[in-house]
């Protein structure tokens, strides 16, 4: 369980990090192949990176509210638990965007 909150938390800040650095120099003014070059990055580097943080970090987050799985695997002390809490903001972020894309699929269903 330690093993995956690290390893979740670690992919989803590097695939941040890429995203920043990819993606920040794109403005209005980027020439079409600058911008598709950051299209590519987005559909094959952060997705899929953010994407296996979120398969590492949502179970064991939700595993973790209870106490005799904490127990159990020996997550104790004020670095795992600020491990648990960094790796709670990102699952409430990947639920909250699911959310939102299923949302999206139902008003464009609702629309058409």
């Known amino acids: 369980m330690k093993g995956l909150k690290l ?5 989803g800040l590097i695939a941040l990090s ?3 650095i990819f993606l920040d120099p794109v403005g209005p003014d980027t020439g ?5 070059a950051a299209g590519l990055v987005i559909m ?6 953010l994407g296996a943080s979120a398969i590492m970090v949502v179970p064991t987050s939700i595993a973790l509210l209870w106490n005799g799985n ?3 695997a020996n997550l104790h ?4 638990r600020g491990i648990w809490a960094i790796n709670g903001v990102f699952t409430l972020s ?4 699911v959310l939102y894309f299923f949302y ?3 008003v464009a269903g609702a629309a058409s």
């Open 44 to 49: 094959f580097v952060l997705v899929p990176a």
């Open 77 to 80: 002390g004020m670095f795992w």
């Open 18 to 20: 890429i995203g920043y």
């Open 7 to 11: 390893a979740g938390l670690i992919t």
């Open 94 to 97: 990947y639920l909250l965007l």
């Open 104 to 106: 999206i699929w139902i």
């Open 32 to 36: 079409s192949s600058a911008a598709g």
């Open 70 to 72: 904490r127990l159990r």
